[in-house]
C-alpha cells in the first residue's frame, strides 16, 4: 500500500512538472475536458484516492500525514459535490483566465504535495 501512495504521489508531481514546464498545455487539457464527465471524474477520484489513503495511513512511514491527505481529498470531493457542476466549471473558467504564472504557482504546490506524498509513503 505505502508503494500505490508513493505512485500517487510521483503522478500528482508529475502533473505539476509538466504544470511547471508547459502551463499551456495543461490548461489546454483542462478546457478540453468540460461537462459533466469533468464534474463526476473531480468528485470520484477525490472519494477513491482520499478513502485508499485513510486505509493505507497505517502502513506507510509517516501515518498521520497520509490519514490528513485523504482527509483532505474525501472532504475537497464533498464539498465539489455541494457546489455542483455549474458552479465547478465557473470556478474553473476563473481560474483558467488567470494568466499562465498562476498555473507554474499552482503546479509549483502540486509538486510539493506529490513529493509530500512520496515521502510519507514511502
Do not use: N
Request: with cysteine; proline share 4%; hydrophobic share 60%.
Amino acid at each position: 500500500m505505502p508503494l500505490i501512495v508513493s505512485m500517487i504521489g510521483g503522478l500528482t508531481a508529475a502533473i505539476g512538472l509538466a504544470g511547471v514546464i508547459q502551463p499551456q498545455l495543461l490548461i489546454h487539457l483542462i478546457q478540453r475536458w468540460g461537462g459533466s464527465s469533468r464534474f463526476w471524474a473531480a468528485v470520484v477520484m477525490r472519494l477513491v484516492i482520499g478513502g485508499f489513503m485513510l486505509v493505507a495511513a497505517s502502513s506507510c512511514r509517516h501515518p498521520s500525514v497520509v490519514y490528513t491527505i485523504g482527509a483532505i481529498a474525501v472532504a475537497a470531493a464533498v464539498i465539489i459535490l455541494g457546489f455542483g457542476e455549474r458552479r465547478l466549471d465557473a470556478f474553473i473558467g476563473w481560474w483558467l483566465a488567470k494568466p499562465p504564472s498562476l498555473m507554474r504557482v499552482s503546479a509549483l504546490f502540486a509538486m510539493a504535495f506529490g513529493g509530500l506524498m512520496i515521502f510519507a509513503g514511502a
